[in-house]
């Protein structure tokens, strides 16, 4: 049982390069999401997913796609990467079931130059 | 729109000592869930304790305990006898009841522990 699986665990980018992160989970999770997490701001949820074919957007959902064809994967997308996208990424899911716990992925540190 | 705010960006304690980390938040819900995560400069997010906000009792995890005043929307952690261990950025965070996956999370404070 893996859990949460992100890669690539750190990555740099060139302004205007397109790239996808990838994360799949194992444990047959509905919701899935994407966060941000940037120095004093905390983690900010970019996109998020209650089940195969559903995604809807969070909080700082600009530059960034996303699709969810399995339940078990759900990829993000910079189509387009600039500075501002300097960040570590965290993919998580749940079960979704009352007070569950989200798991985390090991986060991609993603720098662009 | 909900927000959650720690306002101590950095706290130090002494190893064996007791240290309380604040977070405020703010929202209208009546149903909803608090949670402290643990970030360890492994990068992995560990859960440390969460607290339903329907249950009147305080949460506690071995060592960790909460002080969670609905009045007031404030929700404290508390370590007790410090360790080495604990040492991290540890984070505040806020969901709606029925909005599994969505957190909302506060911007962090980093604890220090010194032997």
């Known amino acids: 049982n893996a859990g949460v699986t992100q890669t690539p665990k750190f990555q740099v980018l060139k302004t205007g390069q397109s790239m996808t992160l990838q994360c799949a989970q194992d444990?047959?999770?509905?919701?899935m999401s994407w966060y941000r997490q940037d120095p004093g701001m905390g983690l900010r949820l970019i996109h998020y997913s209650v089940g195969a074919g559903i995604t809807d957007q969070g909080e700082v959902p600009n530059g960034y796609n996303v699709s969810r064809s399995t339940t078990e994967d759900f990829p993000l997308r910079l189509l387009s990467a600039a500075p501002s996208q300097t960040s570590v990424y965290f993919c998580a899911s749940s079960s979704g079931q009352t007070n569950e716990k989200l798991f985390f992925g090991s986060g991609t540190q993603l720098s662009v130059l | 729109a909900q927000t959650v705010t720690q306002s101590q960006p950095e706290m130090s304690v002494q190893e064996a000592e007791t240290v309380t980390l604040s977070c405020t938040y703010d929202t209208s819900e009546s149903d909803y869930y608090l949670f402290w995560y643990k970030q360890p400069p492994s990068r992995q997010m560990i859960l440390v304790i969460r607290?339903?906000?329907?249950?009147?009792q305080n949460a506690t995890e071995n060592r960790f305990s909460v002080n969670f005043q609905k009045a007031a929307k404030s929700f404290s952690l508390k370590i007790s006898d410090s360790q080495l261990g604990d040492a991290a950025m540890y984070f505040c965070a806020y969901r709606s009841a029925g909005q599994g996956g969505k957190l909302i999370f506060g911007q962090g404070t980093e604890l220090s522990v010194k032997p």
């Open positions: 444990m047959n999770h509905e919701y």
């Open positions: 607290q339903e906000a329907y249950k009147q």
